[in-house]
């Protein structure tokens, strides 16, 4: 994993509705640092300033105080190439229907690298890749209807839409809020696969704190527009006093080796992972 940063934010401010009665502070003094190829989850309680911060990854939002610079670049310079920024930095929202334009699946799929001005046969080659990638047969599903696709598929057609564009940065707001167990599997091993496979640099907002333990390699917790805690998987999850002052979800994994603990048994307080907590487990039913 390379040592450079690809985003770079530091002391970003934003406040909404500003000077009204209504004014809310959104961020304050808020710094996240990703390096080339990691990937980050953002967790923190409705309201935290979650997606007010990944909103200024690709410049959709500019700082009001503070420095963002992506890939190099400082999006407060008004020369910034935003077209570009924006194919560099692709960023999937929950609600997939705010991302789909087109009625045809293919043709949505197409829509980005087409407005870049791709020729027509690069332009196919990037929708057949993208779709492969998020497990949608081409051949099968490219004049499929939109708004006729369930929610999981709608998710993998607004995904592999940015990832047509080919981006440096893949941003994801809740990335399987409202999927089944069996999309949301198919969707975390997809992201998975392009971040370690492909070596794509992935942020990501999630509630969910077994597909932040599954994913990430760093985690930023953020509360009241600002992040008060940051770490590696282990650090946080296995942290029991932060995690309770920050009222962080417990992954299924952790919230098992504590009862077992309360039980009496000795177990490790340091794994998280399925492979670790299983073989403590293991360990515990050898034992009986």
């Known amino acids: 994993m390379a040592d450079k940063n690809i985003i770079e934010v530091t002391n970003l401010g934003h406040t909404y509705m500003k000077g009204t009665p209504l004014e809310h502070i959104a961020l304050s003094e808020t710094s996240i640092y990703v390096k080339e190829g990691e990937c980050v989850a953002i967790i923190g309680h409705t309201g935290s300033g979650k997606s007010t911060l990944i909103q200024h990854f690709n410049g959709l939002m500019r700082p009001e105080s503070g420095e963002v610079i992506i890939d190099g670049e400082n999006i407060a310079d008004k020369n910034i190439d935003i077209k570009?920024?924006?194919r560099k930095v692709g960023i999937v929202f929950q609600n997939p229907e705010d991302q789909i334009f087109e009625s045809l699946v293919g043709d949505d799929v197409a829509y980005g690298p087409f407005k870049s001005g791709l020729p027509v046969k690069e332009v196919r080659?990037?929708?057949?890749w993208a779709m492969s990638v998020v497990g949608l047969d081409f051949?099968?599903?490219?004049?499929?209807?939109?708004?006729?696709?369930s929610g999981g598929q709608k998710r993998k057609v607004a995904l592999a839409g940015i990832l047509a564009l080919k981006p440096k940065v893949l941003v994801l707001d809740e990335p399987t809020a409202g999927l089944d167990p069996k999309s949301s599997?198919?969707?975390l091993e997809k992201i998975q696969d392009l971040n370690k496979k492909e070596k794509m640099t992935i942020v990501f907002v999630s509630h969910n704190m077994e597909e932040v333990a599954f994913l990430a390699d760093r985690i930023y917790v953020m509360a009241e527009g600002t992040v008060v805690l940051s770490g590696t998987p282990r650090e946080i999850f296995t942290d029991r006093e932060k995690m309770q002052k920050y009222h962080i979800g417990t992954p299924e994994t952790v919230r098992l080796l504590y009862r077992l603990q309360a039980e009496g048994y000795s177990v490790r307080a340091d794994a998280f992972s399925i492979e670790e907590v299983s073989k403590e487990v293991l360990k515990v039913l050898s034992h009986n």
């Not at 051949?139 to 696709?149: G, H, N, P, Y």
Request: proline share 0%.
């Open 125 to 128: 080659e990037r929708v057949k």
């Open 185 to 187: 599997k198919e969707i």
């Open 139 to 149: 051949d099968e599903m490219k004049d499929r209807q939109t708004f006729a696709l």
């Open 84 to 86: 570009s920024l924006r």
